[in-house]
């Protein structure tokens, strides 16, 4: 058996790339989920970090609040985007305090192009709510991350693995690709609870921040060759279409508002949407905070 693991060693330093899933998944089946095969295939992914591995802001210089910031940008938004705003919102943010004393109106004009933007006013929650109850410091506890704003299990613990360095378990979407990848070769209809036996089992406990960067970016390289993956999981849903959709008219009447205040005429005549809808949209944007109206005109709030 060691030979088998020495000859998938070997040729990963050679080559480290998906043809040599062949030979772990004959070793998995042999063994099942012993040391060995937890080192094999730690060793493969780490390999393929080493020449593999992406590089984005978030990653360099980290720090509680910067790794904070990134994992709400993160929740639905596509790697790259977040890259490109990152920058734009530290320089404008640099600290929670800054963050916390923003008005919406400076909030949403950073925020644009990220979408979803429920997650701007919640980064602002949590700023108030790290400087007012937790001494301005980034809880390094799972319970006291989950009570704050926007801030599930999942974000809880992918923040303290990367920002402290502390094993956690979580699965998100590329993570879940490379355990079916790897694991559940033949497989459908896999449930998360299956996964994250394995998860435990082999998670890198010296050093969760990089062994999670490197099953995502091995996840993302998996998301192009095979993207069918996702789909054997009990939990894959296909996202719904963004044009035409509720959360792209949001988008736009909230670009609207960053312009000028406006009346509910101008809006339904610029965006050219249903009048009943738009009237919905703007009454649950008012609810959440977003917006004010004063004679007929709508403004960002202050």
Do not use: C
Request: hydrophobic share 40%; net charge positive; aromatic share 12%.
């Amino acid at each position: 058996m060691k030979t088998l693991i020495s000859f998938i060693k070997n040729r990963t330093k050679l080559n480290a790339n998906i043809i040599l899933i062949s030979d772990f998944h004959k070793l998995y089946k042999l063994q099942g989920l012993t040391d060995e095969v937890i080192t094999a295939f730690q060793d493969f992914i780490y390999l393929f970090y080493k020449s593999k591995k992406r590089n984005f802001p978030f990653r360099e210089n980290i720090t509680p609040y910067k790794i904070v910031v990134s994992e709400i940008m993160l929740q639905q938004t596509q790697t790259n985007r977040v890259a490109e705003k990152f920058l734009e919102f530290i320089k404008k943010f640099p600290d929670f305090i800054s963050l916390a004393q923003a008005s919406v109106e400076e909030l949403l004009s950073v925020w644009q192009g990220l979408g979803y933007n429920r997650r701007a006013l919640a980064l602002k929650k949590i700023a108030e709510r790290i400087i007012n109850e937790f001494n301005g410091n980034v809880p390094k506890d799972l319970n006291a991350l989950t009570s704050l704003p926007q801030i599930g299990h999942n974000t809880a613990s992918s923040i303290l693995s990367f920002a402290y360095n502390i094993p956690t378990y979580f699965i998100e979407t590329n993570i879940r690709r490379v355990y079916i990848y790897f694991f559940f070769p033949g497989k459908s209809q896999i449930d998360d609870k299956e996964i994250m036996e394995i998860v435990k089992i082999s998670i890198d406990k010296d050093n969760p921040r990089d062994w999670y960067y490197a099953l995502m970016d091995f996840g993302t390289m998996l998301k192009k060759t095979h993207p069918e993956l996702n789909k054997k999981s009990v939990h894959y849903r296909k996202q719904s279409k963004f044009d035409g959709s509720t959360r792209q008219v949001r988008g736009k009447v909230l670009k609207l508002l960053l312009e000028k205040p406006i009346s509910t005429k101008e809006i339904i005549d610029k965006i050219n949407y249903e009048e009943k809808k738009v009237l919905e949209i703007l009454n649950t944007l008012k609810k959440e905070g977003f917006i004010q109206k004063e004679q007929d005109k709508y403004f960002i709030k202050n």
